[in-house]
């Protein structure tokens, strides 16, 4: 989650859907400790992924890989070869970056922003020198893309309108067109938790056609910029229809298409913080896989997953507890390959102590083995983040030299993980 050193934020818990008593397709239906529905509903069957987690899957669905898998529903056998064995082509990870914040400080989970705690992660703004990490993260680690977060209000000037004030948007820009130079891509991120002020988009708040014409104007400017991403939105959480929410990203997603950016990455947030281990459990996965482009393809359609590796998944401890592979990134993985799609884990991280070099390392080298699904990771964060904030990746500097916390040293950094094209 984000502004993390601000606010600590619980996580809903992992709760398959679920229809008569029986967990519906793609929710957990089984596994060590598991607790829920057992049986899946017609057409799908309970799936071992590992021994902590079966999963309902589609019975006809066994084309997608060569793996196996045994199965049980209501009390049968079967096999399923959907999705258990990465393609030949797995093994090197497309991106690796990391999130350069301040444009979306002002910002809390409700999507309370104002324009004026927004602090620009640029020295001429009186803030840190995001450039020159970015330069220094590209050319000494070989990092290859960012992510820009920053709130809708600041776009803006607390106007709740996608038109785009023009002074504010002008020192956003600066940022992207300092991050383009790098030769990375660069993730324009809307940091608003779904919501303006409370309030949730298409659900009660902005409508769905306020919010497509602020992509419709951003993605007008960057629409020639072949290494923009466009990021939707920000960890959506309590959602009250999943459905609705897959209708706005869809709002979003045909608004900057018809703006000319019809070739760039757009990235697809879910529920729950956009968790990876919730992505399919919560309705999200299945939700967003009705998104298309608006010739009906999904084509440079990316699922937007995050995922922390504290006691909590809240990104706000310094101990790693966990490398996520079971829980989250084997389930998530397999749904990925069984429905042709893939994801981008934009934020994730760890504090700078031996326990996140280990679980960290073993997260970055299970997404590199299913890159086929998994296209890379961002981390959190630096920018405007001091050094001594708990998940801070922002390197010091000391003259012309720049030197890169622990974390991103012995782990993160393609230069340490050999991993990332």
């Known amino acids: ?22 967990a519906a397709i793609y929710a957990q239906c089984g596994g060590e400790g598991f607790t829920g ?125 996608g038109t785009l004030n023009q002074t504010n948007f002008a020192e956003y820009d600066t940022l992207v067109q300092a991050c383009l130079a790098t030769g990375a891509s660069c993730i324009i991120d809307i940091h608003n938790y779904a919501r303006w002020n409370g309030e949730i988009i298409g659900q009660g708040g902005p409508s769905n ?42 709002a979003a997603v045909t608004a900057i298409r018809e703006a000319g950016a019809t070739t760039q990455l757009i990235l697809l947030p879910g529920d729950d913080y956009t968790s990876a281990e919730t992505f399919v459990s919560n309705g999200s996965a299945d939700a967003l896989n009705e998104v298309t482009n608006p010739d009906g393809s999904i084509t440079g359609l990316v699922m937007d997953v995050h995922k922390y590796l504290d006691s909590d998944n809240s990104g706000t401890n310094a101990e790693c507890v966990t490398n996520n592979i079971a829980d989250a990134w084997e389930p998530l993985s397999q749904w990925l390959r ?19 070099e280990t679980y960290m390392c073993e997260q970055i080298a299970y997404q590199a083995e299913n890159s086929d699904v998994i296209l890379g990771y961002v981390g959190w964060a630096a920018g405007n983040f001091a050094t001594t904030y708990v998940l801070s990746e922002t390197p010091t500097e000391s003259g012309t030299t720049w030197t890169d916390t622990t974390l991103v040293s012995t782990c993160m950094a393609p230069t340490a993980n050999g991993v990332v094209a």
Not at 143 to 150: A, D, E, G, S, T
Not at 214 to 232: C, M, N, P, Q, R
Not at 339 to 356: H, P
């Open 338 to 356: 069984c429905n042709g799609r893939q994801a981008l884990n934009t934020e994730t991280g760890g504090g700078n102590v031996a326990s996140c």
């Open 1 to 22: 989650m984000a502004l993390k050193s601000l606010y600590a934020l619980g996580l809903v818990g992992l709760t398959a859907l679920s229809v008569r008593g029986q």
């Open 209 to 250: 056609e306020i919010f497509a014409s602020l992509w419709s104007s951003l993605a007008t400017y960057y629409a020639t910029e072949s290494k923009v991403v466009f990021g939707v939105m920000n960890e959506p959480h309590d959602l009250p229809n999943i459905t609705l929410w897959a209708g706005t990203v869809q």
């Open 37 to 161: 529905d057992t049986t899946c509903v017609s057409g799908a069957v309970c799936t071992e992924v590992n021994s902590y987690y079966y999963q309902c899957l589609a019975a006809s669905a066994t084309t997608v890989a060569t793996g196996t898998a045994t199965t049980t529903s209501a009390g049968a056998t079967a096999t399923s070869t959907c999705g258990a064995t990465p393609a030949a082509s797995a093994g090197t990870l497309s991106y690796a970056g990391v999130n350069i914040a301040g444009f979306d400080f002002g910002c809390d989970t409700d999507g309370d922003c104002t324009a004026s705690g927004a602090y620009p992660p640029l020295t001429q703004y009186y803030g840190a020198d995001g450039v020159g990490q970015m330069t220094h993260f590209v050319n000494d680690d070989n990092y290859n893309i960012f992510r820009l977060p920053v709130g809708w209000q600041f776009l803006t000037n607390n106007v709740l309108t």
